[in-house]
């Protein structure tokens, strides 16, 4: 029988980015494989989060530039 190691899989030279959303660091990863460039969120969680800000500030640069 054989015994795996705990550490036999480890990636330590894999490419990161840091989400503009949480400022976390994320690692690349095999689905992100050929469109790596284009990613730019960590999860779906911080990309509709980043959405949510985005449409909160054009609201407010709205009423901003309203002259009632």
Known sequence: MRTRKAS?????????????????????????????????YCSHACQKRRATAIDAHQAVMIKENRHD
């Open 8 to 40: 036999m899989h480890k990636k330590p030279f894999l490419p990161e980015k840091i989400c503009p959303v949480c400022q976390r660091p994320f690692q690349w990863r095999r689905k992100w494989r050929l469109n790596w460039e284009a990613v730019r």
